[in-house]
């Protein structure tokens, strides 16, 4: 059992509202959610959407298939996305919506809106009429959205919304249509998060204490996400100046022992690049979320890509190890928040979490989260003869947080010797660029394989990392369906390099499926393992990849 429904209007008209009451309910009563998110960076107009994909069993991404129901609040909408509607679907809008365009059009549903609202005397409600309708189609459970529609408006407008819904509720049933119905089912521990929502939420079981950002799309959702709960786990966030002063406060709270993080997008990392290598040089802890979006420069701000792949991986002058994860979906975007922590202050290095506005607004349906039994610390109490950048076998110096013993804790920006204190002698240099250096040897026992699926003897594997995982794996599997001989080999954590996985494919037909034109993570795997992987399959219009596309992609290089 599935069901697609798209609700679009101008930016300004609650079209968030409706989405948010929406997959909450679907998934209260027991059904797999996933949403994606289409908006214009601006306030007010424009053409914006949410879609959503609801079914009974686990679903991954959004396909292309036909929209079951379309709710347009305004006719705009209607002319976008009348094509997409099902013939056996149907279209809501408010009656006072000038229809003549479509003098045979049955699917149109009019709801007496504005009328409704008249009555109640409130225009904020407009949107929970509809609620109220798709509920009557669905033949729904009235009970259970009355209370997410109670948990999602504050108390003084509860009894209003209820009217609202109950009002475009009866309207509807009495019309005799119907969609289908959903009844309730068991939801289990399932939880219902965005991508926003699970990095913010492993930064805070991380024990993140101090997040500093500048506000920049998509990247802001964490910054928000973090900030709504600061109180309750005793949090700092701060909105610095710019990215430069942000990227330097984490970087500062981390050296007096609060763990910390940045959160930004292409365009702000740009300007905290010599930050970066600060981190780098001073061996000094920091996590740095960065949410992509089409560049260059202001690029498209509301897109989704992964086009910051090559910069990240390459940013910063001289060279230090760093540590890159991209999280595949929202439950390993909490897992991955937690380990980038773990690994920024065990090896004393930057941790990169790159998302994209894709995964980062993309609600999705996932199992239980389970929170690690402890989150290791790796400070160390020095002494009286502690050497900040002692040089260790394993290249890794015992880190000590200042005023905390007896210790005196010194770093440099500069080269600097074993106490910290600037040098320009060459044997010391070089002693302290290998000691840096040692750490990604470290970092690669550490890495995550990438994970498989697919026929036991694959002709031809493809290869894609980061949020693209449940679209490539949707089409994949499919094919496979259909009698191909392919696999699917998808990387999270994808700097260092894992390559074993990828060795055993050695000789097959490899090619990378990715939302950027160059194909920037072939190019990657080429130069980092010296196996023959080649560009394949690539979008970079803004717009996520649909099932539909990784699958007529794939036939296409299997000819």
């Keep these: 059992m599935e069901c697609k429904i798209l609700i679009g209007g101008e930016a300004g008209q609650g079209i968030q509202t409706v989405s948010n009451i929406l997959s909450k309910y679907f998934f209260r009563i027991g059904y797999y959610v996933f949403t994606v998110e289409s908006y214009q960076s601006r306030i007010r107009g424009g053409h914006n959407y949410s879609l959503l994909r609801i079914s009974d069993r686990p679903i991954y991404a959004i396909d292309d298939d036909k929209i079951d129901i379309l709710i347009a609040l305004n006719l705009e909408t209607i002319k976008l996305h009348i094509p997409e509607v099902k013939r056996e679907g149907y279209i809501l809008c408010d009656e006072n919506i000038n229809t003549e365009d479509f003098p045979k059009e049955d699917r149109i549903i009019k709801i007496p809106v504005r009328r409704i609202t008249q009555e109640l005397k409130s225009r904020l409600v407009e949107?929970?009429?509809?609620?109220?309708?798709?509920?009557?189609?669905?033949?729904?459970?009235?009970?259970?959205?009355?209370?997410?529609?109670?948990?999602?408006?504050?108390?003084?407008?509860?009894?209003?919304?209820?009217?609202?819904?109950?009002?475009?509720?009866?309207?509807t049933l009495n019309l005799g249509k119907s969609c289908g119905k959903f009844p309730k089912r068991s939801r289990g521990k399932r939880l219902l998060v965005n991508g926003a929502e699970a990095v913010g939420f492993g930064a805070i079981v991380a024990g993140c204490k101090f997040l500093a950002s500048y506000p920049m799309t998509p990247g802001t959702a964490v910054m928000n996400f973090i900030a709504e709960h600061e109180l309750d786990f005793d949090i700092v966030v701060e909105q610095a100046e710019d990215e430069i002063a942000a990227i330097n406060m984490a970087i500062g709270a981390f050296f007096a022992g609060a763990r910390s993080m940045v959160t930004t997008s292409g365009g702000g990392f740009a300007l905290m690049v010599e930050g970066l290598s600060l981190s780098g040089m001073t061996e000094t802890p920091v996590v740095i979320h960065i949410g992509q979006r089409p560049g260059p420069a202001t690029g498209l701000p509301t897109r989704t890509e992964q086009g910051d792949l090559n910069f990240v991986v390459h940013a910063g002058h001289g060279e230090f190890a760093r540590y890159i994860t991209a999280p595949r979906d929202q439950k390993d975007a909490f897992y991955k928040t937690i380990k980038?922590?773990?690994?920024?202050?065990?090896?004393?290095?930057?941790?990169?979490?790159?998302?994209?506005?894709?995964?980062?607004?993309?609600?999705?349906?996932?199992?239980?989260?389970?929170?690690?039994?402890?989150?290791?610390?790796?400070?160390?109490?020095?002494?009286?003869?502690?050497?900040?950048?002692?040089?260790?076998?394993?290249?890794?110096?015992?880190?000590?947080?200042?005023?905390?013993?007896?210790?005196?804790?010194?770093?440099?920006?500069?080269?600097?010797?074993?106490?910290?204190?600037?040098?320009?002698?060459?044997?010391?240099?070089?002693?302290?660029?290998?000691?840096?250096?040692?750490?990604?040897?470290?970092?690669?026992?550490?890495?995550?394989?990438?994970?498989?699926?697919?026929?036991?003897?694959?002709?031809?594997?493809?290869?894609?990392?980061?949020?693209?995982?449940?679209?490539?794996?949707?089409?994949?599997?499919?094919?496979?369906?259909?009698?191909?001989?392919?696999?699917?080999?998808?990387?999270?954590?994808?700097?260092?390099?894992?390559?074993?996985?990828?060795?055993?494919?050695?000789?097959?037909?490899?090619?990378?499926?990715?939302?950027?034109?160059?194909?920037?993570?072939?190019?990657?795997?080429?130069?980092?393992?010296?196996?023959?992987?080649?560009?394949?399959?690539?979008?970079?219009?803004?717009?996520?990849?649909?099932?539909?596309?990784?699958?007529?992609?794939?036939?296409?290089?299997?000819?």
Aim: charged share 30%.
């Design 340 to 559: 980038a922590f773990e690994l920024a202050e065990k090896y004393q290095i930057p941790s990169i979490i790159l998302t994209d506005q894709y995964l980062i607004d993309s609600k999705a349906v996932i199992e239980g989260l389970i929170p690690p039994s402890e989150i290791k610390s790796y400070r160390t109490k020095g002494n009286a003869d502690y050497l900040r950048h002692r040089i260790t076998e394993d290249g890794v110096s015992p880190f000590a947080i200042p005023g905390e013993s007896e210790a005196l804790v010194i770093t440099d920006s500069d080269e600097h010797d074993e106490e910290g204190h600037i040098t320009e002698d060459l044997e010391i240099r070089k002693k302290m660029v290998e000691k840096r250096m040692k750490k990604k040897e470290l970092l690669l026992k550490e890495i995550e394989e990438p994970l498989f699926f697919g026929v036991d003897n694959p002709e031809f594997v493809f290869i894609g990392w980061g949020s693209t995982y449940g679209v490539i794996r949707e089409g994949i599997e499919r094919l496979i369906n259909e009698g191909y001989p392919i696999g699917h080999l998808h990387f999270s954590d994808v700097y260092p390099i894992a390559k074993e996985s990828l060795e055993k494919f050695k000789g097959r037909k490899l090619y990378t499926i990715e939302q950027n034109y160059q194909g920037q993570f072939a190019a990657l795997l080429r130069k980092e393992t010296g196996i023959n992987v080649e560009r394949g399959v690539v979008k970079y219009n803004g717009f996520p990849f649909y099932v539909e596309e990784i699958i007529k992609g794939v036939k296409e290089i299997m000819g």
């Design 127 to 171: 949107n929970t009429i509809f609620c109220g309708a798709l509920l009557a189609l669905s033949r729904g459970d009235m009970e259970e959205m009355k209370r997410v529609i109670s948990e999602g408006f504050k108390e003084e407008y509860f009894e209003i919304n209820l009217r609202a819904l109950e009002e475009g509720y009866k309207h």
